[in-house]
């Protein structure tokens, strides 16, 4: 199941973690969020995100 949980500290900073998105459709699920939450001052891509582009890749080169 995919979801997006969203986090706000007690002083105010957001959060967003995607789950069960495979490549960069984390970032096209998760956009509409960001920009209503503000500027973007971090990422932490997860290795599911990596381990699919890296295959991407693969596959197109064959």
Do not use: W
């Amino acid at each position: 199941m995919k979801t997006i949980v969203i986090m706000i500290a007690p002083d105010g900073q957001s959060r967003l973690e995607t789950n069960g998105y495979i490549g960069s459709g984390c970032r096209q699920a998760s956009r509409f969020l960001e920009e209503a939450l503000g500027q973007t001052t971090s990422e932490q891509r997860k290795d599911v995100f990596h381990q699919v582009a890296t295959e991407q890749q693969q596959r197109a080169s064959e």
